[in-house]
């Protein structure tokens, strides 16, 4: 059994969690392709499986009062931060029981209540969404700080770019998450990229960056932890590489010509969730019970889940329209974001 | 008072900043430089430099922070400093800014205003004279302003601020130094309408001139101009260009059986094009005639004088096509 290298396991409660977290993610994306293939799902879907430990690690560590945005490879990020597999599902399907009733499908997965700000599907267009939540944090006092995933494609943005400025130049409580999975789709780094070490990018904006095994939850998790206090406590952005793999392909539509199976197999080797539980077997924490019953309470969330979307029921034509605009018979005036910001403007409505 | 169009816009972000402490400007060289065309001027002394923000060579990075402070609570205002650069922005204006809502189940509106300055007239050559808005008006999620007289350059930010969804705010750059009296009380403003700026008295032949933004002035001196020759015309501003306010226009064309659309922008897939279609739909049987544009020549706005100026609307292109239109002979 393959284990984290040198890791114990001081609080085998916490890593069980943290096994939980990831196994979740696997199980819901395994089902995901299964429904895709069932023609239930359509559309683009992109799986996070072998990069499970990135987000169990990061969201570990943040609060509910933070913000998160994410890319178009995010079902995971989205269950971690407390979306419902339910919800995440009935999306899927197009269903009005969805996170976004059926108009934003995989890709585009976004919560209020969780502070979850998508769900981008274009490479690079969060990172300035994050620059301004972060922004809007810092004009209003605010202690949060607001988590921005990307891949290590969006380096060869000029959004990347500018964002990395901007948050440094005005020291945003920021913190920015490169999942480093070597391909951007097809394009492995070093054919894209002139200089391949991310976190030197980062660096070169006067930010606080460093590259961490994106495999090792624990690795994961201290990292991010480390960083998020930094940001809470005013110490301007900061910025993870978290190197890891894609374990599967790009989009249910990809060949995957591009990279060697035995490139794929060396990788599957480190498995994150294989790690972590060949890791507390080893130390003997981790009886045959504990996980039988562990896979068993999430198959269980997850069949539950898939019950709620296939119950669901498809978004009516007739509310196609609505939402282009706000409704202006809700009390939308004041912004889904404006919780306790300054105040309402003192005069009075426009004439 | 005796005012500008500059100074009626700063008035407006004055006003603005005073009143609601969530709104911001930012933008490139809107603080310590005072604005590339002057409107934030003196601004920063006031309001200090957070609110106040001048930016970096970012335009995708700061309007789309500006999307995020808008989604954090905030209600920034974003200056870009002409249309071209607004290019380097589609990806956060038309992506984000118009799809977050509808994209998000109605979850998270984006209450943001970008101002920008458009047109040509100046001789900046192609890549700082275009008229985009229209294309802009394309776009469902965003609402589309063009500001043409000192009132609306005054009273149209603070209506759009309160608007809970992304209101772009295009101003022409000739306007900026036309001087005239606005009401010292004069405040903020509709958004909605259209708005008849002069209205035919029924004597002669008549016909109904729209227009919006930087060739208001134009077309109303036009106007004066037909009347000397027996030609009365209304003449609507259409003030909004997303959404289109179409009762004023078919309320107009309605009485006066004739149209013609004056646009800076160009002919091809445009917003006079978009009006165009309009009246024939909804107002076909109302006409005498067939509808006429007058539109920018389809070149890329030139540098030489005489060269924009044979690019452009002109009064006597616009008097040409209305005397077309009723049927007048050279």
Not at chain 1, 12 to 41: F, T
Not at chain 1, 138 to 143: H, I, S
Not at chain 2, 197 to 202: K, L, P, S, V
Request: proline letters at 4%.
């Amino acid at each position: 059994m393959t284990t984290l290298r040198g890791q114990t396991v001081p609080d085998p409660e916490h890593a069980l969690h943290l096994l939980r977290q990831m196994l979740r993610v696997r199980r819901l994306e395994e089902k995901c392709i299964e429904l895709y293939s069932a023609a239930k799902i359509r559309g683009f879907l992109h799986v996070y499986i072998g990069e499970e430990a990135v987000a169990a690690g990061v969201m570990e560590t943040l609060a509910p009062e933070d913000a998160v945005v994410a890319t178009y490879r995010e079902h995971g990020h989205a269950l971690l931060r407390g979306v419902s597999a339910g919800a995440i599902l009935a999306e899927m399907y197009g269903h009005a029981e969805g996170c976004c009733r059926g108009r934003g499908g995989s890709m585009h997965l976004f919560d209020a209540a969780t502070r979850f700000y998508g769900g981008n599907a274009i490479v690079a267009g969060g990172l300035p969404l994050a620059v301004g939540l972060a922004l809007a944090d810092r004009m209003a006092g605010r202690q949060r700080v607001t988590v921005c995933f990307f891949g290590e494609g969006a380096v060869a943005e000029g959004e990347f770019h500018e964002s990395m400025n901007l948050a440094a130049l005005w020291q945003l409580p920021v913190l920015f998450c490169c999942e480093n999975n070597l391909y951007a789709m097809g394009t492995a780094l070093g054919r894209s990229e002139s200089q391949t070490d991310i976190a030197l990018k980062a660096a070169g904006y006067e930010i606080s960056a460093w590259a961490v095994d994106g495999m090792d939850v624990f690795a994961v998790e201290e990292a991010a932890r480390r960083a998020v206090d930094a940001v809470r406590s005013g110490g301007g952005p900061h910025f993870l590489e978290l190197r890891t793999y894609r374990f599967r392909a790009h989009s249910m539509f990809d060949p995957e010509l591009y990279r060697e199976k035995s490139e794929v197999s060396r990788w599957m080797e480190r498995d994150p969730i294989s790690l972590l539980r060949g890791t507390m077997q080893t130390a003997g924490q981790l009886p045959e019970e504990t996980w039988d019953a562990l896979t068993a309470d999430v198959d269980a969330e997850i069949s539950t889940a898939v019950g709620f979307a296939e119950n669901g029921t498809p978004e009516p034509v007739s509310e196609l329209t609505r939402f282009v605009y706000s409704d202006r018979t809700d009390d939308s005036s004041t912004g889904t974001g404006a919780t306790g910001v300054g105040q309402a403007g003192k005069g009075g409505a426009a004439g | 008072m005796k005012t500008t169009y500059r100074e009626a816009m700063r008035a407006g972000l004055r006003d603005a900043m005073q009143r609601d402490e969530r709104v911001f400007l930012m933008g490139e060289d809107v603080g310590r430089y005072g604005g590339s065309f002057a409107v934030s001027l003196g601004l920063l002394e006031e309001f200090g430099p957070e609110r106040i923000r001048d930016t970096p060579l970012s335009e995708s990075g700061f309007v789309g922070a500006g999307i995020g402070a808008a989604l954090g609570g905030m209600r920034p205002v974003v200056e870009i400093m002409t249309v071209n650069f607004s290019l380097l922005a589609l990806d956060q204006i038309i992506n984000n800014a118009a799809t977050l809502l509808h994209m998000s189940g109605g979850q998270f509106n984006v209450p943001i205003v970008i101002r920008m300055t458009t047109g040509a007239g100046r001789q900046l050559g192609a890549q700082h004279s275009h008229s985009l808005e229209g294309w802009y008006a394309h776009i469902p999620g965003l609402r589309i302003l063009a500001p043409a007289t000192l009132a609306d350059a005054r009273g149209m930010l603070w209506t759009a601020l309160q608007d809970p969804d992304p209101v772009l705010i295009f101003e022409h750059g000739s306007l900026y130094n036309v001087a005239g009296e606005l009401d010292d009380e004069a405040g903020a403003v509709d958004i909605d309408k259209a708005a008849l700026r002069r209205r035919a008295d029924g004597h002669g032949d008549t016909l109904t001139l729209i227009t919006y933004g930087g060739t208001l002035p134009m077309v109303l001196e036009a106007a004066d101009q037909l009347a000397g020759q027996g030609i009365d015309a209304d003449v609507i501003d259409l003030r909004t260009l997303r959404p289109l306010d179409a009762h004023t226009v078919m309320d107009s064309v309605a009485r006066t059986h004739r149209a013609v659309v004056v646009d800076e922008g160009w002919r091809s897939g445009s917003i006079s094009a978009e009006i165009s279609a309009r009246i024939c739909e909804q107002a076909f049987f109302d006409l005498d005639a067939p509808v006429e544009r007058v539109c920018s020549l389809e070149v890329p706005v030139p540098y030489a004088k005489h060269l924009e100026d044979a690019a452009l609307p002109s009064v006597a292109r616009v008097m040409a096509a209305a005397r077309r239109a009723v049927g007048a002979n050279g």
